[in-house]
């Protein structure tokens, strides 16, 4: 009813136009000259999407909620951009020059409720419920807002589907001076992938898997000169060598689409953005993770990474000339050597050449990184395989990061990243990025961890950089009291606790370096349930093709909220089974 939204639409009205709206509005410009952001501690990457390098100065750039942390490896520093939309973001690539950053987003919703006099949660004749959240929740709106029955929340749903002002934009920053230069406001529920063109005239833009759309932005001239639907959840997008085409992958998705149409657009309609599939033969029921056109003497191939564990290459007509699975010789002793052999050449409308490589093979596959020379795939139990592109030749495996439980305070020799045990189980790698200048590669695992390897020789690696975040939801902060003479050399007014639903209470110290060679904030994690699994974020699995058990940071068991007491001495915790300790 026409009076039902006005109503709606004065009572917000009304809401924003409150005092302390308005004073907090007044204060605004005086607080961000009071208080700048120092340090971000944790990262939002799900995917090689939330992780890019840039290639002439070699930062690494990832998501951190609604910020992007932009960060130098080798002196352990941050910068900051922040979204000042809120909105959290998804994906981001460097430009070639490195002078630019695009970054993608989630989009984020205003529920306005018109609840009736039946509602459960009021006794008015009518009362207005107000809920920002994110698309994906919108269709979860019991667990957000489990007070209302389901004839509302369905209605929440279809307002929301309908609500102004909540369109993910992708937003393009100049780096230097971290501020955004130019929007794109062309998906509806959220943006899974961007990248720029090698020859830096266009920015590619996927959406998510509720929006389907592939823009190609002409971003000095503003101008989106073509586009098209997918049909697949993507997950991965890069362009080839000489941007005259870029590859999506996903669910059974690997697709060519060629950018000859643009170049002849003048006008300032896109046109169709024309693609083609990739000839998959018999790995059509394959879920493509990640995707990396060639370089150099490889420029016409592309390769692609599924997440059952197989390294594919497709040649210059699109046919899948090759595979090869992720086994390698993990022999004692670390050998970096296998056995190749072909088992077999099938000819399946074109000839594939089946490449086996024994013991050990790696349970899921979900990133890839490459340079002229080598190709690096991220792999479940925290390894990383190395590959030639020019034979899919196994090269080595890169030393793990620490274990799942490791008592990072112990950790003070970087020998000890080498030695690993046969009952140790390690986080999986979500995300890698090359840098082809200092020939460093960074890796994100599924516990929150970032390291960033030294890979100039790949038989001799070492560790430039590390840092270790909470793997779910901070629920709760306390900060270390001011004790005279304090209790321990390590705990001062500078150390502060948190606590999370990944089932541990972190002490972190800013300022100083710490002792042990993981982190130069964390001084130690306390695990309060033995379950290893709480320790890796799932909601990674969102990019494979595994259904996992539904598990959120919001359902798992964890620390709900601590406190320390005022001497020092004790600290106090409690937990979503209401168990204190």
């Given at each position: ?13 009304n ?14 410009e ?16 799900v ?7 840039d290639p ?39 430009s ?55 004839p509302?929340?369905?209605?929440a ?5 309908h ?11 100049d ?5 955004q230069?130019?929007?794109?406001q ?48 993507v ?35 896109p046109v ?93 596959a979900?990133?890839l990184?490459?340079?002229?020379d080598?190709?690096?795939?991220g ?11 020019a034979d899919l ?51 994100v ?46 705990l ?21 370096s ?17 379950n ?35 001497d ?14």
């Amino acid at each position: 009813m026409p009076g039902d939204g006005f109503t709606i639409t004065s009572r917000i009205r009304n809401l924003l136009r409150s005092p302390s709206i308005k004073n907090k509005k007044k204060r605004k410009e005086s607080l961000t000259s009071k208080v700048t952001l120092e340090k971000v501690l944790g990262i939002t990457a799900v995917g090689n999407s939330g992780l890019t390098c840039d290639p002439r100065s070699g930062l690494v750039a990832y998501p951190a909620g609604c910020v992007v942390v932009l960060l130098n490896p080798k002196k352990d520093r941050q910068h900051h951009i922040i979204n000042t939309s809120r909105k959290a973001v998804t994906a981001l690539s460097f430009s070639p020059d490195g002078k630019h950053l695009v970054t993608g987003e989630a989009s984020m919703l205003l529920l306005l409720l018109r609840l009736g006099p039946t509602c459960p949660v009021t006794d008015a004749s009518s009362a207005l419920c107000v809920g920002v959240t994110t698309w994906a929740s919108a269709q979860r709106a019991t667990l957000i807002l489990p007070c209302l029955p389901k004839p509302i929340t369905d209605f929440a749903a279809q307002v929301a589907e309908h609500a102004s002002g909540h369109l993910p934009a992708v937003r393009l920053w100049d780096v230097a001076e971290r501020r955004q230069v130019a929007e794109l406001q062309r998906h509806k529920y959220g943006v899974s992938c961007v990248a720029f063109s090698p020859n830096n005239k266009y920015i590619v833009s996927v959406g998510n898997q509720h929006d389907m759309m592939v823009n190609v932005w002409a971003w000095k001239k503003d101008v989106v000169v073509a586009a098209n639907k997918v049909s697949s959840k993507v997950t991965g997008v890069s362009f080839s060598e000489d941007s005259s085409y870029f590859v999506t992958v996903g669910n059974r998705h690997v697709k060519f689409w060629y950018l000859d149409n643009c170049k002849a657009n003048k006008t300032t309609t896109p046109v169709p953005l024309l693609g083609r599939s990739g000839l998959l033969g018999e790995l059509r029921n394959n879920f493509f993770s990640d995707v990396a056109c060639g370089r150099g003497s490889k420029s016409d191939s592309t390769f692609c990474i599924t997440s059952s564990g197989l390294l594919c290459e497709f040649n210059s007509n699109r046919m899948l000339d090759k595979w090869v699975d992720l086994r390698v010789s993990d022999t004692s002793g670390g050998s970096f050597g296998t056995t190749i052999r072909v088992l077999s050449v099938v000819s399946v409308r074109f000839v594939s050449l089946i490449v086996s490589q024994f013991l050990h093979r790696t349970g899921a596959a979900q990133s890839l990184s490459l340079s002229e020379d080598t190709i690096f795939c991220g792999c479940a139990d925290g390894k990383v395989r190395a590959f030639r592109p020019a034979d899919l030749h196994f090269v080595c495996t890169l030393p793990r990061p620490h274990p799942l439980g490791a008592d990072v305070s112990a950790v003070t020799e970087a020998s000890a990243l080498f030695h690993t045990k046969t009952e140790d189980r390690y986080p999986d790698v979500i995300a890698v990025t090359y840098d082809p200048v200092s020939r460093w590669l960074s890796c994100v695992y599924s516990d929150h961890s970032l390291y960033v390897w030294d890979v100039r020789e790949v038989h001799r690696v070492g560790k430039v950089n590390s840092a270790l975040f909470h793997a779910a939801s901070v629920w709760d902060l306390e900060v270390f009291p001011d004790v005279p003479g304090g209790l321990a050399a390590d705990l001062s007014s500078n150390s502060f606790f948190t606590c999370s639903a990944d089932g541990t209470i972190r002490i972190w110290r800013m300022g100083d370096s710490t002792q042990n060679i993981l982190s130069n904030d964390l001084l130690k994690i306390m695990y309060i349930d033995g379950n290893a699994g709480t320790l890796q974020d799932p909601e990674w699995n969102a990019n494979t093709d595994k259904s996992g058990d539904g598990q959120t940071a919001e359902t798992r068991a964890g620390v709900r909220t601590i406190c320390v007491s005022p001497d020092g001495k004790h600290l106090a915790s409690g937990d979503r089974s209401g168990m204190l300790r």
